[in-house]
């Protein structure tokens, strides 16, 4: 009897182990997944909605993993093999095409796709309305569209009774305006309820200006030390114009609430008629004039500062914006970034790299922008479609990004990531650069993270990078191979 109970003890032991293992397991994998997913995925897909690709929600249970596989390493190589499933998607999309993911291996595609499915069991959070059966996915999605229904019909609902409302009030005025005509005096007092309108509609704008600069102002970059060299000269440049522009603000706009208040119509006094002074004229005429030169001026003066005459031992990097992401392309070795063409542009050479180009060869292109602190970059911005803006707010830099016109912008970095997290006291902090120009349907996504290193670290970095053309790297090998034989193929 012993023996079978400790014989079903470790039974039971065991199973918990191996259960807890494995679910250990599926969730680190899960975990790489959603990295994985966010540096190569989002600009194109998101799990719950369409964006330039479907919802990838529960795609693991609409396709086998093999498939999966496949598709994500080279979607068009399925295509063209006549799968029946993958020409369907295909079309279904307006035969946009789908990156190709060669560099990633099997284990990593199978991690992003357990990241998939991990988000696709997670409930919606959207606004959930009680009907009583919330236990499955299905009835919350049905919850949601029936609340919707519900919502448009009071919409409506409201919409109509303000209609009867402004109608009733209309009619009461128009009543008391003809009653006033007979008793021969008004029965309200419209002149002095719009001077007293005009009073409080000043001071709470006023007051709320002020609020919202003091609440909301702290939220913004300006609030925070600038990342870069040339930041606290921007910076200086922006608070001065801010409170010049700002005490000029209040000033006027106080003056005249309170004017329209205080000289409403009144039957004792007559306006005095006083058609022009060149005295006054001159002087809020010359006034603002200087003022502003100065603003001018100054702002001129930074501007060409900040963009100005570039160390010219800048290390120069490729940003390459398309819709909707970015990537980074630095020099190899040569320091020499290689040449780029349009025409190359395809599935498997997304920025159109040169790849004959010996100066091409050990180019390194990624995701990421990693910078060195201290050490002077120049961006070179380059678009692929259509207009993007550059916006790396902590720098305070930004540069529009234009197709076929090079545009650049060099500056150099002040405060590493880790520095700024300290700074802000938040770990999780992180420099982005985001796209400034409403340049599609998916143009909120379109952003990368940028990590300042120290010095060493930023060398080790760029040392570990995989090189566009590199012999030693196997998946890229299969790249440039591939590529050279769609070149033939052009040829012919
Ligand atoms: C440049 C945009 C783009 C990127 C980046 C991209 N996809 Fe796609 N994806 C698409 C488009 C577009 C389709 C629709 C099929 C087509 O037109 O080729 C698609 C289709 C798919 C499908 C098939 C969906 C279905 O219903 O069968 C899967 C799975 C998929 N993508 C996964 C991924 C994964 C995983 C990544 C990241 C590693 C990724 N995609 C990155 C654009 C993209
Ligand atoms: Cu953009």
Known sequence: MKIVTSVLKSLVLVTALFSFSITAAFAQSAEEGEKLYNANCTSCHAINEKVVGPALKNVHTKRKEVWLLKWIKNSQALVKSGDADAIAIYKENNESVMTSFENLSDNQIKS????????????????IVPTGTSSANASTTEATEVSGTLKTSINWLVIVILALLIMVIVLVLDILAKVGDIQGKPVINWNGINAK????????????SAWEIW???????LNQTPASTHGAEHDNMFMITLIITGIVFFITQGLLFWYAYKYKHSSKRRALFYPDNHKIELVWTVIPAIVLTILVVRGLKTWTDMTGEKDPNSRVIEVYGYQFAWNARYAGEDNLL?????RQIGVMNALGVDTTDVKAQDDIVTNELHLGVGEPVLLKFRAKDVIHSAYLPHFRVQMNVVPGLPTQFGFTPSLTTAEMRQKLNNPKFDYVILCNKICGGAHYRMKM???VHAKEEFKQWLAQQPRLVNKSTPNVQATAQVETSTKTKLAN
């Not at 005009?198 to 007051?207: D, E, H, Q, T, W």
């Not at 909301?216 to 970059?221: A, E, P, Q, R, Y």
């Not at 290689?338 to 349009?342: A, I, P, S, V």
Request: aromatic residues 6%; without cysteine; hydrophobic residues 50%.
């Open 112 to 127: 992003i796709i357990a990241f998939i499915k991990k988000e696709s069991e997670a409930p919606i959070q959207a606004s």
């Open 197 to 208: 309108l005009m009073l409080a509609f000043g001071s709470i704008g006023l007051v709320a």
């Open 215 to 221: 609440e909301h102002g702290k939220l913004t970059v």
């Open 338 to 342: 290689g040449k780029h063409d349009f």
């Open 449 to 451: 993270k940028v990590v």
